[in-house]
Every structure is written in C-alpha cells, then in structure tokens.
C-alpha cells in the first residue's frame, strides 16, 4: 500500500462502519426477523433450488402472516417434507417366557409433504434491508476487471448461479466464478472478494465466519483504493459475519489482512503504471494519478484488441 498511514485509515473507516451497524437499530430489526426464519435441512434446501432456483427467503403460510406478509392470490406453493410425530404401541419382551411383556409406546418420526412460498411470492409490510446490492457503474471495469484476472492464481468465469450467492471460489477446482448480470461495482467487489478466499483460504483451517470477514474485508479495501465505494454492502456483509466476534477479534483480524491487501494493490499498482508507461514512454508518469494511468491503459487494451468476449444466455461478457 502507498502508506500504513492509508491503510490505518481506510481499516478504521471499516471498523467504524461496521461498528455503526452493530449499535444501530436496523441490525437488531434485522437479526430478530432472521432468527424467526426455519432453517431447512439439505434435502428440503435441495427441494426449494429445483422448484424455484430463484427463491431467497421461504416461509409457511401461516409463518409469512406473522411477518405481516400474505402469499399472493394464484401463487404455486413450493413442496417440502415436514416431520411429525405418530404414536405407535409395541409389544414388550419379557425376561422370563412365561410372562407377558405388555405393550409399550413409542413415538415414530414420520413426513409429510407441505408448502412454503418464496418472499417474491407474498406481499405486505418489507422485511428488513441488509446488504443491499450494489448497483452502481465503474469507470474503467473492463480494465479493473482485466488486471484482477491477471493477478488471480484461479480461472475466472460468469455463471448462473441459484439462489442469493453472487459468487464462489473452489480451491479444488482453482476456479473463481461471478454471477451474471450484476452491476459494475457489485461484480469487481464479489471478484476481489473471492480472489481473497483464494490467497487466504486454501488450506485455511478457520472459522467460515472468519473467513467472510477477512475476504470482504480485502474486498472492501481494494475497491477503496480502486476509487469504488463498498461501504453500503460491506459494512453490513462484515458485522453480520462479525456478529459473534469480540471487538478486539474484529481488529486483530483486519490487522491480520494487512499484508494480503497491501500485496494485491502493489500488484495492480506495478500492472497500472507498466500499462500507463508502454503508452507514454516520452512522458514519464510519476505523479500520474489512478484514473489517468487507467485512462491509458484503456488506450492500449483496446488498441492491441486484447478483450475478450462469450456469450452466455445470449449476453456478451467480458471475461
């Protein structure tokens, strides 16, 4: 990084922001109608992805009234299987034959198939609003977007991916793939965001908690010196994944991620002014600033016709 002094900065700015949050009502509303949520099992998880990829947030009927919420006239239920209990009365063995053991009871776990709804099947009063997308542009992304690639130990792809989840690292696989169709800010973000799982978590053997906070806090602080604001969504992405943590937990992890952040913006800061002097080789570029060196960088990408375009699901996509 340019200086500790700069990062101390930008690591209070996310502390602050965070801190924020946690003292703030929105985050208790938030937290207290999460918890009034059922968590569903795997095979049940597995049902909703089948029958409705797109659903984010499932209830019962009855469960979205008490949320003031009502499931729209026409909508299609989706199934599940629920347990309940039946009681079911055995014979008895008894130690001596010539006895009768008598009847006992038990409770035998059996399912049922019942329905939930998805929140874009109800309408009503919101539910609370956290972590709310990103949605703004980003000068120079095809450029931004074009070095976080070369920097990237993993392949980077666009895909559809099911649910709420923007994107996901597979240390397995070494591959890195990016929702489709997200805005400029929210696509670099997710991307830096899983470049960090990728340097810092291959082989980690720390919480899942821990994890989220370490690489959205990366995220947060290369989108910063990249001139893209994450704090709407960051802020609120770390104290839900900090909820747990002891304050002092929070700061000695941002501590911990200095050397991983300051790695990656030497790297784009060293791909920036290699790009920005092979264009101005007769004008030296000390004191260029970012948007400038992007600015001629974007000049000889596209003159050496170095991007690259698929198309998936009928869209052109950098990759």
Known sequence: MASDKKYQEITEKLLNGVTEVFQGDRFKQYLQTMSKFHSYSFRNSLLIHLQMPEAKRVAGFESWKKFNRYVKRGQKGIAIFAP???KKKVQSESENPEEDGGETEQALVKFKITYVWDVSQTEGEPLPSFCNELTGDVDRFDQIFSMLKEISLYSISFEQIPGTVKGYCSSENRKI?????????????????????????????????????E???????????????TSSYSFDYVAVWSREMETSELQEILANIQQQAST???????????????????????ECGLDEKLHLAEQRIAKNNQRQEVVVDGKNLFQ
């Open 264 to 286: 990656i913006i030497s790297q784009l800061s060293e791909k920036i002014d290699v790009l920005a002097q092979e264009e101005e080789k007769a004008q030296p570029l000390i």
């Open 84 to 86: 309940y209990l039946i």
């Open 215 to 229: 690489a959205e806090s990366v995220a947060f602080i290369i989108s910063d010196f990249l001139g893209v604001d």
């Open 177 to 213: 793939a990016i929702q489709i169709g997200m805005s400029d800010e929210q696509t670099i973000k997710t991307l830096i965001h899983e470049i960090a799982h990728s340097l810092l978590h291959e082989d980690s053997k720390k919480s899942r908690e821990q994890e989220e906070v």
